[in-house]
């Protein structure tokens, strides 16, 4: 599996994101009247989330264990519900994927307070030149958003997730000898294939620009 052309797309936008979050620095959000206090105050129904994401408090470098870094838009749907979706990658770039998910918070402002979180990812993942697979994931999480200003938050959580890692290892092809033009059949490549499941931990730490 070949992930060069996902990695500069990938480093493209994350050049770019510095520029997204002056540009929604700049705009100004729509106020509502709490029915609570009837007070105008500040309606954020968008976000930007820039997360890591592990599986184990020591990150390894098993296909399990492996550090995320995710990026995710969010809309708000209702007053406690919202939707993400986004992409994620390893630190060294050599898993790639998706994922999407919804957010319930309980307090009175969104945003901000305990909430809880389910997502379902799948990753591309490149074990090495004979080694590649896929991961796909389904968990949820518990956890608790602090406003660091008007607009920027910080949130931690930790939950469990189910996940499914299937790899196809490529043995090289072996050549044969030639002696005098006659050249034998080279001995195909064998492939194989492994399949594992699992249930782990997940910690989620993130940093959030509501706009």
């Known amino acids: 599996m070949n992930l060069h052309s996902l990695r500069h797309g990938l480093l493209s936008g994350l050049v770019a994101l510095p520029l997204l979050a002056h540009a929604q620095e700049d705009t100004t959000s729509s106020p509502f009247l709490d029915a609570d206090t009837e007070v105008e105050v500040d309606r954020w129904t968008r976000s930007l989330n820039l997360a890591l994401r592990g599986q184990s408090f020591s990150f390894d470098e098993s296909p399990a264990g492996f550090p995320l870094f995710a990026v995710n838009m969010e809309q708000q749907l209702f007053r406690y519900l919202s939707l ?13 994927g998706g ?9 009175q402002r969104f945003h901000e307070g305990v909430f809880v979180s389910a997502q379902a990812s799948h990753s591309l993942i490149e074990v090495d030149s004979q080694t590649d697979g ?34 196809e ?10 002696v005098f033009l006659y050249c034998k059949q080279a001995a195909p490549a064998q492939e194989g294939v492994s399949e ?16």
């Open 196 to 211: 594992t499941q699992s249930v782990e931990p997940v910690l989620h730490l993130a940093t959030t620009l509501r706009f």
């Open 99 to 107: 994922q999407v998910g919804t957010r319930v918070f309980f307090s």
């Open 134 to 167: 896929t991961r796909t994931s389904f968990g949820g999480l518990v956890g608790y958003s602090h406003a660091l200003s008007r607009r920027w938050l910080f949130s931690v959580g930790a939950g469990a997730q189910t996940t499914r890692t299937r790899t």
């Open 169 to 178: 290892t490529s043995s090289p092809s072996i050549s044969a000898p030639c």
């Open 84 to 96: 993400y979706g986004g992409f994620h990658l390893k630190v060294n770039l050599d898993t790639f």
